[in-house]
């Protein structure tokens, strides 16, 4: 008997998040890296990166700090349709009015913790912003590929973000979220992590898209005694532009949460900082790149699992409630 047909992801797209001070989200984001697209009103806001999405992040007017969900691109407006039918507390298709590169949407909630997921299909996409961005060779001990007399420099400013890159969440129930994105979408495992009694705890997923490459992962889950979300994940151009960022955003007053490092899993040099309202948001670069055909690799949790150099994990990046 064959398996039911699942939603097909092409990729991750933008956020949604809430805030009680948009004045102040706004100053920080733009210090982050990205480009303000369309205001809609004083409290709704969407802001683009650099890239060839029409837009990676929504900025909304509440009256607390909340996460409002990642969306995911679906291959065709039969995938949205069948999402709307066959998720549990799916909406029916919508418009995306308001949003530039418009396209249609369905929203559904997480099975366990209830946060909003979106899926979109039809928007349309928009040039890349033509912003500098170094392309120097760089000049190793025995070979060495930049010209004499060809010199290094940098302009201090923020790091531009050019797309959104994952999210993830504590969850409260691993096994029952698992067995849901499992069956509904085209998620592939790219690594499990377990506890010391072999149970599975956290999960890094890729897309599946035969053998496209796609980022190891562009949503993650760990369990833990309370949902929140852990953070999103902007890419940035390279490693000069990503400190030249924290080094913006120390300067400017922000708290950093952890980094610079490299992380194990996924190979991403991070950096992640808090927004005035306690959301962690990341700056990446150099990230791995998997095909369908790459196994899911099994491990288990322990200190040396997160980085590979970089400063001692915080207590608070992985807090137990």
Known sequence: MAEPRKVQLVKITHV????????????????????????????????????TDPWVLCAIKSDKPEFGGAAFVVESEEDLQLAAETIPKATKIYELEDAPGGGKGVTFYDPVDGFPMHLVWGQTPVPMLDIPL??????????????????????????????????GVRTTNFAKAYEFYNRHFNFIASDLIHDDKGV???VFYRLNRGDDPVDHHVFFFAEGGSYRVHHSSFETHDFDTQVLGHDWLREKGYKNCWGVGRHVLGSQIFDYWY????????????????????????????PGSLHVWGPAVPGEFLPAE
Do not use: C, W
Request: charged share 30%; glycine share 8%.
């Open 200 to 202: 599975d705890r956290t």
């Open 275 to 302: 927004d005035p309202f306690g959301f962690i948001m990341e700056h990446y670069v150099d990230g791995d790149l998997v095909t369908a055909s790459e196994p899911t690799h099994r491990s288990q949790a322990g």
């Open 16 to 51: 949604y998040y809430k805030y009680p001070d948009i004045d102040k989200a706004v100053t920080f984001l733009k210090d982050f890296g990205f480009t303000e697209e369309k205001r809609v009103s004083d409290e709704k806001i969407y802001f683009r990166g650099y890239g």
């Open 134 to 167: 170094p392309h120097e060779p760089v000049n190793y001990p025995t070979e060495k590929n930049r010209p004499a007399g060809k010199f290094q420099r940098f302009q201090k400013r923020p790091a531009p973000v050019h797309k959104l890159g994952h999210f």
